[in-house]
Every structure is written in structure tokens, then in C-alpha cells.
């Protein structure tokens, strides 16, 4: 059994950038993939980015979000890192970190992904 506990998140003033982290506890982390999804008020949970066991621990994302976020693993520390960058009002949500078992995932559904941390909100002012 994995647990994710996310932190990082706050209030903060668009343009600013935000680093958010999950750390894992229970579980082998080197052979998980991690993703980062996220909830609007009002809106479905949409997946962010992930990155898998592959070779230099490659990122993937969602289309959308290609160019505005950064992850980034590190093994040693059992934590998962996602980089904010010019904050924007829209990015207001709740901020999940999840694990899939596949360490070869790149799934961005998040019914593949088997734990998940409780989230850290983020509140972007404009």
C-alpha cells in the first residue's frame, strides 16, 4: 500500500510560479509512475502530468498543459514534484498526486492509477 501526501499548495498572485510536492510512503517508489491531476471548483478531475520508471524518467502530459508545467521525480526522497510556471486564475483547484503500480504507464486516465494523496489546494488571485 502507497501514501501520497501532497503539499505546496496556498494563495498566490498570478504570474508567480509554485512548486508543488508529493512525497510516498509504503510501497517501492522507483517502480511506481506518478501523475498530477487537478479539480477545479465546479469541474471534473483532469489529469496534468506524469512520469514513469523509463529511462531519465521522461515527463508526459496532457495537451493542454504542455509548456505551463514541469515534473519531476526524485527516488531517493520518495517525492514527486510539480513545477507551476506564470500562474493564472484558471489554475485555481484542488492538486492531487496519484501512483500507478504500471511503472511503465503513460495513462493520463485517472482509473489507472491506483493511490492517491488527499490534494493541496492552490488559489491564484488575479
Known sequence: QVQLVESGGGLVQAG?????????????FSTLTLGWFRQAPGKGREFVAGVNTWHRRSAYFADSMRGHFATFRDDDKNTVY?????LK?????????????????QSQFAGDFEYWGQ???VIVSS
Open 119 to 121: 490534494g493541496t489546494r
Open 82 to 86: 510539480l513545477y507551476i510556471d506564470s
Open 89 to 105: 486564475p484558471e489554475d485555481t483547484a484542488v492538486y492531487y498526486c496519484a501512483a500507478d503500480d504500471n511503472g511503465n504507464s
Open 16 to 28: 508567480n510560479s509554485l512548486r508543488l510536492s508529493c512525497a510516498a510512503a509504503g510501497g517501492t
